[in-house]
């Protein structure tokens, strides 16, 4: 069966993580192609800018406070979003988190949390939107990264996420796409390194400031894949050169894969002591940028 998606302007599209990086460019673009935008995130007042400065430039959106590890906040911002505006065309699962430290030292804690927010925010965002997809049709996004096929050392517990985001994303695709027969489709964003302040928000353990890989994209690259997959549907969609090669490189040529990515760990550091260690795993993050502060 064929499934018809709307245009952006007759859509009504949640974002979760749309205080800063590709959340907020992807809240922003939709607002500017028409669509009626819910963005949530835990930091409450860089939502409120948000939504004030997208309304005074004549876009429809609201936001909902909402951490996406608590699975009554999530089903709450479903509440929400179809008390404002009657309905969710287009629910896309963008929040999330990394910590940079090796797998032997990072506490068990901080990894149960990223996978409360990264894995079970994802699912926790399926179980509230399928019920009003259904009811219409619609579009079901994860965002994920290419590390739901690489991996990178040092970003190990969130590759191991991203990894289950996949799995997740695979199979709940053939539940409701082929077994259900539902028009809602189910994609899997598979963005390469990109210039958000991703690194800046991360948990960190290591003694110099973390860093995101050289050759980042912009942020606009992944918002507009976002918004393509939700008026025409996709299995998935890698962005960025990066992303194809090291997916490619993982499955075909693992030894080599393994030894390029071993050289990486230089290029996950900056030559300066930590800024903030804690991050926004805890703690939500007020700045509200799109791009990161990385060195040119």
Excluded at 7 to 19: E, N, P, R
Excluded at 219 to 245: C, F, H, M, N, Y
Aim: glycine share 8%; net charge negative; hydrophobic share 40%.
């Amino acid at each position: 069966m064929a499934i018809k998606l709307k245009k952006l302007k007759d859509q009504v599209i949640v974002i979760t993580g749309a205080s800063s990086g590709i959340g907020l460019c992807t809240a922003q673009s939709a607002a500017k192609a028409g669509a009626k935008v819910v963005l949530a995130a835990r930091s409450s007042e860089t939502l409120d800018d948000a939504v004030r400065i997208i309304n005074e430039n004549g876009g429809e959106s609201m936001s909902v406070v909402c951490d996406v590890s608590d699975e009554q906040q999530v089903q709450n911002l479903a509440r929400e979003a179809v008390s404002r505006f009657g309905r969710i065309d287009t629910w896309v699962n963008n929040a999330g988190v990394a910590i940079y430290g090796r797998l032997d030292e990072v506490s068990n804690d901080d990894s149960r949390r990223l996978f409360d927010i990264n894995f079970w925010g994802v699912v926790y965002g399926c179980r509230a939107a399928l019920p009003h997809l259904k009811q219409q049709g619609g579009a079901l996004i994860n965002v994920g990264s290419e590390v739901s096929e690489a991996y990178v050392p040092i970003l190990g517990m969130y590759s191991a996420s991203k990894h289950a985001v996949k799995g997740f994303t695979d199979a709940l695709r053939v539940e409701v796409e082929y077994v259900d027969k539902l028009p809602v489709s189910v994609t899997l964003i598979q963005p390469t390194a990109v210039d958000t302040p991703f690194d800046e928000h991360a948990r960190n353990y290591m003694e110099k400031e973390a860093k995101l890989p050289s050759n980042m994209i912009d942020p606009q690259e992944v918002a507009d894949a976002i918004l393509k997959s939700a008026v025409k549907p996709k299995r998935w969609v890698k962005v960025g050169t990066a992303a194809k090669i090291n997916a490619f490189a993982a499955k075909n040529f693992p030894g080599m894969a393994d030894r390029m990515t071993a050289k990486q760990i230089e290029d996950l550091k900056r030559d300066e002591a930590p800024r903030d260690p804690a991050g926004a795993l805890n703690a939500p993050s007020e700045d509200g940028r799109v791009h990161g502060d990385h060195p040119q």
